[in-house]
DNA sequence: AAGAAATCATTAAATTTTTATGAAAGTTTA
DNA sequence: TAAACTTTCATAAAAATTTAATGATTTCTT
């Protein structure tokens, strides 16, 4: 189940939020200020984040900012909640980094729908992803580009490398791995995945993929 | 989901119709300048582009004309954004590319609207398609020409054709396939889509069609 | 720090899955 | 009913996937 930031400093707001979120299923953590906000990610990097624009300290949009400036969140998605007083023109201008936002005072409903909907997009936009260094994954055309060049990867690879890319510098457990690529009922041996990895490795480039010992692999983005 | 290309030199714009369409589900990608649009264009075929008419550099219509000029591009659809200040006339004049076109300033409402009926108009538009090296598709007369030979096609070759040539290089699944050209309750073994593919394959050009093992076949565009 | 244990890497070979293809058997259509 | 179209079947071919075996590396123990 997704994870859930919720960043606002009236414990109220926190607690309706998190109250309906988790009613739905979602895991929540909750932050009261900017920093630690910014601490809790760090912490367990969660799916989403719901955050107040107006904080004392710290407020939203620089929170916002210091996230997206790590390459590492960049796979976060950001919800604002506003105030409807707040002007549009300046949520526009914040809207770089957010990929939502959502006016106060807010109706569960409307939480629940746009959150589901933001984690929903989330697992189609994977459709194309650019990664680093000139590599990029379509998923409905079923085609790696690494520096322009075509790769054609077989099925089990490319979701192997879909997946790894869908969360760089993540670390996939192995048993993730196996759940996610090949499904909860097959069995295979374990140096299966090691197979792929090596044939990944070849195609895509060697360093791209680094392997965290005993517990499993990660798509490297950035260096 | 389709792809819609925003153009636009001012940033707000951009962002207010990126954020819309978004929200709506589309796969926004922008860019801020006519040479930076072709790019893009070159680098994900969209769906849609939204086309600022006045733009510092190559404007709108100069963009519009390099487009069309390639008939790659031809099933691109094309939306002018234009202010209420200028004039009809040139409007009318530079229609002959444009498939629709809004004035600003653009009420989220209006732009979704009209964005969602092009995209619709265009699903019962591909009565008629041309495709590369000299293929065309015409729906009415279930006729196909390859360099200007007509091939008349059987039904089922001619759906399964349609239906893969409507998003060339994109991969349709097997279970894609027997949903759309066989339909949901029809049952037939995976073996018939072969055979069909086969047929197509000796009559269209047997590099056409490429099979992607595992997922499905597509449709190549180019080379 | 040395040795043992566990975990990965790598290659080649074996196996399985998936598709191509020709021919034939049904089906529909004119 | 012949002709055209669809579908199935059987077999060949190709490609993808998995296993197995061996070497390398890291981690853990003592």
Redesign the pocket.
Known sequence: MPVILVVDDEEDIRQILSYNLKKEGYHVIEASQGDEALYQINRKKPDLILLDVMMPGMDGIEVCEVLKSNPDNSSILICFLTSRSEDYSQIAGLDAGADDYITKPIKPKVLISRVNALLRRREDSVVEMKLTRGIEINREKYIVEKDGNKI?L????FELLALLASRPDCVFK?EIILEKV?GND???????I?????KL?TKVGENHIK?V????YKFISNQ
Chains 1, 2 share one sequence.
């Not at 097959?186 to 299966?192: F, K």
């Not at 090691?194 to 090596?198: E, K, Q, T, Y």
């Not at 010992?213 to 499993?216: R, S």
Request: glycine share 12%.
């Open positions: 054609r077989p099925r089990k690879e192995r090949w097959v069995i295979v041996g374990d140096r299966t090691d197979v792929h990895i090596r490795r392997t010992k005993g517990v499993g």
